[in-house]
């Protein structure tokens, strides 16, 4: 008995015999071999191209022949004509089982292809968008039979993709007919599938075969910055990457200042809402610009953010997430339309995507960390510090994740900081001081040079110097206590103590000369008594959160850090350490996660299987409410020393001898970093 | 061994055991009686109000005693206080099943009760709406467990009704916080449940209990005018109808007009829209002010239409609908949001039902017909005829209905008639000719007397007599072919031939004078030979269509026929069977089915299942499509004589004789009504 052809398919390995003459396709098909198309088997979408590899099947000890496929045929020719088909590929369409074969799928006919995401952890993103082209035939409307076009759409997708069951999006609806009629009843539709038994929605309909692709927006919706990220939703790749500013800093620089504003405006809400989906259409369309596409291609959008800009965004009024208990309108994921949503450079039927809140004060953007970073799946207890204005912490590994929020307020972000500023060309954003010159250099954003490198002062010219950022401040504070400028209290030490001018009194307290640019007409840059106290609550909260969590896993040390965040990305560990801002680690077990939530984003955008992913992660997390932990009060005030305890920091200890200094006289300041101020800050 | 107590409930006839102490309403529940509750048995919405029915069992003997049911209590006595309940009434959630007994439970108590219709036919419409309402106590937010407002209000939707999964309007979203805050975390909201397994959807949520219930408009959207009847959705009693004119007149007074319009206008079908979703906004607005209603509570709205309204209301462009093969954009039932359809008089959450069409030129209008008048579950055969400028013509019984459309033009509607106007005051809606003098008596609209009787003309005076409206002039033609003065291939004989001077000369043919108001400044009514060719046309046409269902059904006459529409309710049964419009039955067989199209949409309005039963019978209409079938134009060409064939109408011929003239002399008018203009009227 003659058997029929065996096909093997790689490099998923699955394989089964075919009768002569059954298409490459249709028995990648019916063995669940992932082959994309988009045509359905027309030969014109070209998604479904094959390698045919020829050789030996060892198992079998058959040779493969050539003519284990049908020959070259006219549609594969007119398509290598006009577009070109790589050497040796075929359309698994068009040719036709012969004989005993192996075909290979190459990755970019692969539906799930995996992207590998340009970060430092080389992480892949497996491709599951939500979003589906189709391209069917469509059979003319008839007298003898009336049916409308949307009923004859739904036969064709029925008939040629086995899909039933289809939602429309009303804004597509009232173009099918133009549509369908343009194409001459050839139609590209864009199913959009929330989960595996939803209803495919229409979401995008063209004439013909569409071969622009379909793309996608992940928006990292921040109370300062709007980063966005168009994603091409075939092939995951970063198309362009841009940020605009969040207009909403008119109604007040952090959150809880935002919240204040809708409190005491009626309508201020509304006002917010306005100015922030604004500056997101405004951004849609820039990108697009800037991508060279076309907006209404941009079908999906998803974003993450804090809770109050979660509410904001919404158009809710974010009022109670400004008072205990912290309630959000919901925590859930949501799925809306950009028309709902009162996105107007986005098509009416774009579909968006928010990532679920943790609680309160943990928002989509904390979700969003998680999914990318995913503690859940760590074997080593992982410590995830997301720093602005309020940190985010998570806490966890495969057994058990936990979250909190601490309110760290503004400090790591310059603000409230006497020479502080944001990050930008001209703000020192490193420093480092002689331990025995007690003489500080520096590094500005924009200068590849420390200050004391020739040529530094001609470069930094145009930008002067002009203040300190977060990561500069951290720096500063750290780089003090290691010269010995500052005790482990945290107070400057005077000029006579400390044997440098540099340290200058101001009433009753000392403040570090970093750099006097007054002769110039720029600043004298210091660092002052109370900017290490902002500092000392600030860390103290983070660290506190960080214990706080630990305390809940019965953890008293973790096993590597996270920083994320841009902050996370230009803060020195060292520095951090010596601060006492994060628990004690060996070094090389603190890295960057850089844009996480982005990255989060991202994945949510490519992946619906990520969407389910973090949905339930969310769910499990343990979520700790630092306001109401009579511990985090106690690890707060404990923490406020430079760093709090060395005997906490035997790792750092190896790495640097820290001074026995001690500049308290009994007067002045005696307030080492306590929580006395620190309730006003929450947001 | 001592059984629990029996409870019978009436009139439902269900019967059980419960426990001693059990609440009635827990009992009724348990055994599907259809008792409502708002409240869930709080004791405030008094939806489950019951009559204890004390007395003999005959089959148990037993002599159900006072205190069968707990006693009156405080809250009973509270609500009695607040609002009154009706002697002999309790309470359904804090009565308590002591022993055996009878409880009634009144219509007003039923979630499904049955409403009358005010209509002929006093059908009535079972209530089952697809909105109901819930009042719950949700959780407040606790720090201790971090949850939205949303998910606590779940997670009592489910405790307290059972109810699990549900989905929430975006809008409803945006103020869940406050509505919950405001009622003290007691909240009633509207669960809007499309399907049996559908997710049920927040459409609206109120602070405490929400007692002014909710409404529907059941709208009939015609060419010319726009009717709605605001429906108490609980009751389903009509609060107020109200209609407004169609302000796309002035871009065509017909459909094809307005289809026309969209052809050669671009962007003309997107002003056709905006002008008709405005009217309906206005109709909203000044109709809840009518019934001193908020349009917030108007939650729900059907529409029924033609396909052409169909689509300038979706903002559709109709274009295709002006031109074989007339292809729907859709013809699928429609669920949308009031912001999907761009009307903001409704809340934005507000569900939308549109009707499914039959075909092409068949739309929700017919469909709603169909509804109300349930050609499908009619034991004998029913020719139902809505006349428009299309006719929709359904003809069935219980095995099988069929449907077409055959277009009559505008000339029942008095438009294309040289004396025509619509019904309004002042036109002449029914006349008679005297047989022997030739002399004719009219009415107009807005008088009840006949112009011969006395204070006819002072009556009449403010209006004038303007013209003649559709069911004037369709008696004209009728009661001129039954004095003699036409015959019966439609022309108008000479004042020689008929012996009355009204009969002048105009050209080469005759008109007939009904009034000459020239000397008071008015007009001079005439019956022109054109205005007859006109009726013919239109006439040949309606019969036509119905005759080209009854050859489909094999079926030579009909029992009964149905007119319906406004012009149905005001057409003389015997003029339109003189006139050959409609087939040969007994005169008491021809009713006016009142606006069945605004009962249908009301029907749709009220009951799920309805909605459901007009899917399904739209799915099994046999569409016939007129203007393929070679027999349509056989029958068209056959019926232009007055009534074509005599022997086709022998009921006809035992009311009234029709006088054996001729006035063809061989020139002039010789086309008898062809179809040669036909065509284009299509619309």
């Not at 912290?326 to 709902?340: D, G, H, I, Q, V």
């Not at 400028?485 to 005077?494: C, K, N, P, T, Y």
Request: some cysteine.
């Amino acid at each position: 008995m003659t058997q029929d052809p065996l096909v093997i398919f790689t490099p998923s390995g699955k394989r089964g015999r075919f009768a002569v003459g059954t298409p490459v396709l249709t028995a990648a098909r019916q063995l669940g071999v992932d082959l994309d198309s988009v045509c359905g088997g027309r030969g014109i979408c070209s998604k479904c191209q094959i390698t045919p590899s020829y050789g030996d099947f060892p198992k079998h000890g058959v040779n493969v022949a050539e003519g284990a496929l049908s020959d070259w045929n006219s549609v594969e020719q007119r398509y290598d004509d006009k577009r070109g088909l790589k050497q040796g590929r075929r359309l698994g369409c068009q040719a036709t089982v012969q004989g005993d074969i192996v075909i290979d799928v190459p990755a970019e006919s692969q539906v799930h292809k995996q992207v590998v995401r340009k970060a430092a952890s080389a992480r892949v993103i497996e491709m599951d968008p939500a979003t589906r082209l189709y391209f069917v035939e469509v059979d003319e409307p008839d007298m003898h039979e009336p049916t409308g076009d949307l009923e004859r759409l739904e036969r064709a997708l029925k008939e040629q993709w086995e899909i039933t069951e289809i939602d429309i999006d009303f804004s597509v609806l009232s173009q099918l007919q133009t549509v369908l009629r343009k194409g001459k009843w050839q139609v590209t539709v864009a199913l959009n599938t929330l989960a595996e038994n939803a209803r495919p929605r229409v979401i995008a309909a063209w004439p013909g075969l569409h071969e622009t692709g379909h793309f996608g927006l992940a928006v990292d919706l921040g109370s300062t910055t709007i980063a966005a990220h168009l994603t091409h939703l075939e092939t995951g790749e970063v198309i362009t990457s841009s940020g605009i500013m969040n207009p909403q800093i008119r109604f007040g620089e952090d959150l809880m200042s935002r919240v204040s504003y809708a409190m005491m405006n009626p309508g201020g809400d509304v006002e917010m809402t306005r100015a922030v989906r604004e500056a997101i259409d405004t951004l849609t369309t820039d990108i697009a610009e800037e991508a060279e596409i076309d907006p209404s291609l941009i079908l999906e959008t998803v974003f993450v953010c804090n809770p109050v800009m979660h509410h904001l965004l919404l158009g809710i009024d974010p009022v109670q997430l400004g008072q205990a208990p912290f309630a959000l309108a919901t925590s859930e994921p949501l799925n809306l339309s950009a028309t709902e949503l009162g996105l107007s450079a986005l098509p009416a039927a774009a579909r968006i995507y928010i990532l679920p809140c943790i609680a309160g004060h943990v928002g989509a953007d904390a979700a969003a960390v998680a999914l990318s970073e995913e503690p859940n799946k760590s074997d080593d207890l992982v410590l995830i510090v997301d720093v602005g204005t309020n940190a985010e912490i998570l806490l966890g590994d495969t057994s058990h994740v936990l979250a909190c929020s601490s309110p760290t307020g503004p400090a790591f972000e310059g603000a409230q900081i006497s020479s502080g500023q944001r990050a930008a060309p001209g703000a020192i954003e490193a420093i480092r001081i002689d331990p025995v010159s007690k003489t500080p250099r520096f590094k500005v954003i924009g200068c590849d040079l420390w200050s004391d490198d020739d040529g530094f002062w001609e470069q930094t010219a145009q930008t002067g110097v002009t203040g300190i950022c977060g990561s500069g401040i951290i720096e500063a504070v750290a780089e003090m206590r290691i010269a010995g400028l500052v005790d482990s209290s945290g107070l400057i030490g005077s000029a006579e103590q400390t044997g440098t001018t540099r340290c200058e009194a101001e009433g009753r307290t000392h403040v570090y000369l970093i750099h006097d640019g007054s002769a110039d007409g720029g600043p004298r840059i210091t660092v002052t008594q109370q900017d290490i106290r902002e500092i000392q609550l600030a860390k103290s909260a983070l660290y506190a959160g960080a214990r706080l969590l630990m305390d809940k896993r019965k953890a008293d040390k973790v096993d590597r850090i996270e920083l994320a965040g841009a902050f996370g990305a230009h803060i020195s560990p060292l520095h951090a350490m010596v601060l006492g801002m994060i628990p004690d680690v060996p070094l090389d077990k603190v890295q960057s996660a850089g844009n996480a939530a982005g990255t989060g984003a991202r994945i949510a955008l490519c992946n619906m299987a990520a969407r389910r992913d973090v949905e339930r992660l969310v769910r499990e997390i343990t979520k700790v409410e630092t306001a109401i932990e009579p511990r985090f009060q106690e690890h707060f005030v404990a923490a406020s020393a430079i760093p709090h305890a060395t005997d906490t920091f035997p790792e750092l200890s190896k790495l640097v001898a820290l001074p026995q200094v001690s500049f308290n006289t009994g007067g002045g300041d005696e307030d080492a970093g306590g929580g006395r101020r620190r309730r006003r800050r929450r947001g």
